[in-house]
């Protein structure tokens, strides 16, 4: 990073990168949880699972959405010197900066399945949904306004979260086919790269 350039990381990206593990340990602690009758039941088990998971989704998707859209409309222009990161790098930081919390996750998840049955292993599951569709709608509002959105690095701490944190000041934009990854965080089809 020469002549006063940031390292900038997407913000999609960031919202997206803990979608994958929370969705599958959520699936693989609740697919255990079943197997275990617990204080509840199965029934009464999958049933709460099956209304945490909604909740966990609607709650994750719109949490502090109002903060992201003023970050968004107030975005400054990527500078000629700023390093954008690669989708991997920003992925790979998340989850080895939330590994201990992940494994905690799954273990009180698991734990949780001797009193209520695939619940807490769902509640999981539907974090991972709702981190999905947050950065869904992020997707879409890149889209619509024709830039992608991006964050320093610095800003996102030790452990590469928090896209909308107190300590993120503000986004800076590039056009829409700057770095390797697509609108709303996915990876780029190797047509859209030509």
Do not use: C, N
């Not at 009758?37 to 719109?62: E, K, Q, S």
């Not at 539907?126 to 509002?141: F, H, N």
């Amino acid at each position: 990073m020469a002549r006063g350039g940031q390292g900038l990381a997407r913000v999609a990206v960031v919202a997206r990168a803990g979608a994958a593990p929370l969705w599958w340990l959520g699936v693989f602690a609740a697919g255990i949880g079943v197997l275990v009758p617990g204080l509840t039941g199965r029934r009464i088990g999958v049933m709460a699972g099956a209304a945490l998971f909604v909740v966990a989704t609607a709650v994750v998707a719109l949490a502090r959405r109002r903060r992201y859209a003023a970050l968004s409309r107030a975005a400054a222009r990527a500078g000629k010197y700023d390093v954008l990161q690669d989708r991997s790098v920003t992925t790979r930081t998340w989850r080895r900066g939330h590994r201990w919390w992940l494994l905690l996750a799954v273990a009180v998840a698991l734990g949780s399945s001797f009193a209520v049955p695939a619940a807490g292993g769902m509640l999981l599951a539907g974090t991972g949904v709702g981190l999905r569709l947050k950065a869904i709608w992020l997707g879409r509002r890149e889209r619509a306004d024709d830039v992608l959105l991006w964050v320093r690095v610095d800003w996102l701490g030790r452990r590469g979260g928090a896209p909308a944190g107190k300590p993120v000041k503000g986004y800076r934009s590039t056009g829409i086919a700057a770095g390797d990854a697509a609108p709303g965080g996915a990876r780029r089809r190797t047509a859209e790269l030509v």
